[in-house]
């Protein structure tokens, strides 16, 4: 799936489904341990009261949060953004609804640490408006891999059981996007370690997946 540099709010899909696939990628890498760390100390992708989140403690780093109504808002940013660099200086909050968490991205931009802000609602996303001669805001870079379903399914795919008869990574997946993914069918086609090769913590799995919304047990926009 091509993603424009700089992203375009129609490169991103639904964010509920956004949220589905990022959610369960984090899930498969929960811990009891890492739980409660605070996120400055965290590294991959997890889920806490903040929302979603994703650091490889270098290059880039994401966080999408809701904000009830089917409303989110996604921010970050990845090295390849040009954004922070541009003079004169862009707005990222430019045009933004009144509901975003201003008071936690200005923050983050008087750090000089926010490459882009996507924001949704009414099923549609948007950005502030940037210069025509601006070269990316790092959404490729960053998000691409949540964005495109096929790199998501490969990375369920990788982590099945193929010595189980269960569920096909592409059923699992379109149940956790459609928020109704039972935890005993994830659990049952799972191998016996997380992509770090680590052993897979199931309990902390479930509660990801709980604490996401993905079974059903919550609604999507009241998680968090």
């Not at 099923?123 to 691409?144: H, I």
């Amino acid at each position: 799936m091509t993603v424009h540099r700089p992203g375009l709010p129609e490169d991103l899909p639904l964010a509920e489904e956004l949220w589905a696939r990022w959610a369960l990628l984090a899930a498969l890498e929960a811990t009891t341990e890492y739980e409660e760390r605070p996120p400055r100390h965290r590294t991959g992708r997890w889920i806490d009261d903040e929302g979603l989140h994703w650091d490889d403690c270098g290059c880039t780093w994401w966080v999408m949060s809701q904000a009830g109504d089917g409303r989110f808002v996604l921010y970050g940013e990845d090295e390849a953004s040009d954004v922070k660099w541009y003079e004169p200086a862009i707005d990222v909050l430019a045009g933004g609804p009144d509901w975003l968490p201003y008071e936690e991205l200005r923050d983050r931009l008087g750090g000089r640490e926010i490459g882009c802000v996507y924001w949704y609602e009414n099923g549609a996303w948007a950005r502030a408006p940037y210069p025509d001669d601006l070269d990316d805001d790092g959404l490729d870079c960053g998000m691409s891999y949540f964005i495109d379903r096929s790199e998501v399914l490969g990375e369920l795919t990788d982590h099945l059981d193929d010595t189980v008869d269960g569920p096909s990574a592409d059923s699992l997946l379109a149940d956790a996007e459609a928020y109704r993914l039972e935890p005993h069918r994830l659990l049952e086609a799972l191998g016996q370690t997380n992509r770090f090769d680590d052993p897979l913590d199931r309990s902390a799995l479930v509660r990801a997946l709980a604490r996401a919304g993905l079974t059903g047990e919550l609604a999507a926009t009241d998680t968090l």
